[in-house]
């Protein structure tokens, strides 16, 4: 149970629906290590379909899912995997991929919102200076941007990185995990942007609500190559489908409601601009997340996420700035409700109490 009345700490916070809780409850089960999970199976089917990949898995975290997609790729040790400096992997996930494939980074900055560019891509796929070996094995991006406030990658600027990416011969890995949000921003199919990529993974457990788990999608070799990673990973689990049951309940309900949280997110957003001028501009909140900038309260961003857990809201420091996200477990009432809390913080740090 989340100790906060409106708990915008994360799209991850989520409680199973009844839906969910009624079709975990009714799961027909089987042994996914062995592959006879039925509803493990009927899962990664409608992923592999919705995604328009030839086939799926079905695992704990979008981590692991990210590791295993990126572990294929990866040739080995002394080669890199290239991505926008801010990407999940290579902040959150770095020490994963030292500890678990030896996979380090070649990063760069763009000049857009988070997301690759064809311009930066190439940037990042030329040859080793020294010895003038091309020492990429993957190139990894990010739809949509975690560390900027949910930004969307263009579908025609994916299009543009992987003409790049084919003319360096590099496979592409997209980190998918809220893709769907991506699409329901833009009202695109999935496909504009998983047709690009070798791979790819969404998660179950963020915007669209399930309890547990996430996919790596891709070719059938790929795949059945990824099952053995998987194992390896210590990923094998046994009678999943309690778990897979909810994931489906999310897959089929959860894209078509996603709008309401990015309208949730920009009149938070709205409202927080017009109570601390210069600490949000609405038009960045494309998706579910609202990035504040806390100095135009005069509150460090450690003080302004305490001050509102004491007032009952979650929020979460990120990139230097404070984080909330809209998800299904928030009605309007309840960003009525941290608009409110917001506008009693916000007066604290003006008044310098």
């Given at each position: 149970m989340s100790p906060f009345r409106v708990d915008l700490r994360s799209d991850t916070v989520t409680t199973p629906s009844p839906a969910m809780r009624d079709a975990m409850a009714k799961a027909e089960v089987g042994d996914?290590?062995?592959?006879?999970?039925p509803t493990v199976n009927r899962l990664q089917e409608r992923a592999a379909e919705v995604t328009g990949t030839e086939a799926a898995l079905f695992v704990a975290t979008g981590t692991m899912a990210n590791q295993i997609g990126l572990a294929l790729h990866a040739r080995g040790?002394?080669?890199?995997?290239?991505?926008?400096?801010?990407?999940?992997?290579?902040?959150?996930?770095?020490?994963?991929?030292a500890v678990?494939?030896?996979?380090a980074y070649r990063t760069g900055s763009s000049a857009e919102r988070g997301w690759m560019t064809a311009e930066l891509a190439r940037r990042l796929l030329e040859p080793d200076d020294a010895f003038d070996v091309e020492v990429v094995d993957l190139l990894a991006v990010e739809n949509t941007v975690g560390s900027h406030a949910g930004s969307v990658m263009p579908a025609e600027e994916l299009r543009a990185v992987r003409k790049v990416a084919e003319e360096a011969g590099v496979p592409i890995h997209l980190d998918g995990a809220r893709i769907f949000n991506a699409a329901a921003a833009t009202g695109l199919d999935v496909r504009e942007w998983t047709s690009q990529v070798d791979t790819m993974m969404f998660c179950l457990s963020k915007g669209l609500g399930a309890p547990i788990g996430s996919v790596l999608c891709g070719p059938a070799e790929l795949?059945?190559?990824?099952?053995?990673?998987?194992i390896l990973f210590g990923g094998?689990?046994?009678q999943a489908g309690?778990?897979?049951a909810a994931g489906l309940v999310a897959l089929?309900?959860?894209?078509?409601?996603?709008?309401?949280?990015?309208?949730?997110a920009r009149r938070l957003a709205e409202a927080i601009a017009e109570i601390s001028p210069g600490a949000v501009d609405p038009r960045t909140v494309?998706?579910?997340?609202?990035?504040?900038?806390?100095?135009a309260t005069g509150l460090s961003v450690a003080t302004a996420i305490e001050r509102l857990g004491v007032e009952g809201v979650g929020a979460v420091p990120v990139a230097g700035r404070l984080r909330m996200v809209t998800h299904r477990d928030v009605d309007d009432a309840g960003i009525a409700y941290a608009i409110d809390a917001w506008r009693r913080v916000a007066g604290m740090g003006l008044r310098g109490s």
């Amino acid at each position: 149970m989340s100790p906060f009345r409106v708990d915008l700490r994360s799209d991850t916070v989520t409680t199973p629906s009844p839906a969910m809780r009624d079709a975990m409850a009714k799961a027909e089960v089987g042994d996914a290590w062995y592959g006879d999970d039925p509803t493990v199976n009927r899962l990664q089917e409608r992923a592999a379909e919705v995604t328009g990949t030839e086939a799926a898995l079905f695992v704990a975290t979008g981590t692991m899912a990210n590791q295993i997609g990126l572990a294929l790729h990866a040739r080995g040790a002394g080669h890199l995997v290239a991505c926008e400096a801010g990407a999940h992997v290579a902040t959150t996930e770095v020490a994963s991929s030292a500890v678990l494939s030896g996979i380090a980074y070649r990063t760069g900055s763009s000049a857009e919102r988070g997301w690759m560019t064809a311009e930066l891509a190439r940037r990042l796929l030329e040859p080793d200076d020294a010895f003038d070996v091309e020492v990429v094995d993957l190139l990894a991006v990010e739809n949509t941007v975690g560390s900027h406030a949910g930004s969307v990658m263009p579908a025609e600027e994916l299009r543009a990185v992987r003409k790049v990416a084919e003319e360096a011969g590099v496979p592409i890995h997209l980190d998918g995990a809220r893709i769907f949000n991506a699409a329901a921003a833009t009202g695109l199919d999935v496909r504009e942007w998983t047709s690009q990529v070798d791979t790819m993974m969404f998660c179950l457990s963020k915007g669209l609500g399930a309890p547990i788990g996430s996919v790596l999608c891709g070719p059938a070799e790929l795949i059945r190559e990824a099952r053995r990673i998987w194992i390896l990973f210590g990923g094998g689990w046994r009678q999943a489908g309690v778990l897979a049951a909810a994931g489906l309940v999310a897959l089929e309900e959860g894209p078509g409601r996603l709008a309401e949280d990015h309208a949730r997110a920009r009149r938070l957003a709205e409202a927080i601009a017009e109570i601390s001028p210069g600490a949000v501009d609405p038009r960045t909140v494309e998706t579910n997340m609202v990035f504040v900038d806390t100095e135009a309260t005069g509150l460090s961003v450690a003080t302004a996420i305490e001050r509102l857990g004491v007032e009952g809201v979650g929020a979460v420091p990120v990139a230097g700035r404070l984080r909330m996200v809209t998800h299904r477990d928030v009605d309007d009432a309840g960003i009525a409700y941290a608009i409110d809390a917001w506008r009693r913080v916000a007066g604290m740090g003006l008044r310098g109490s």
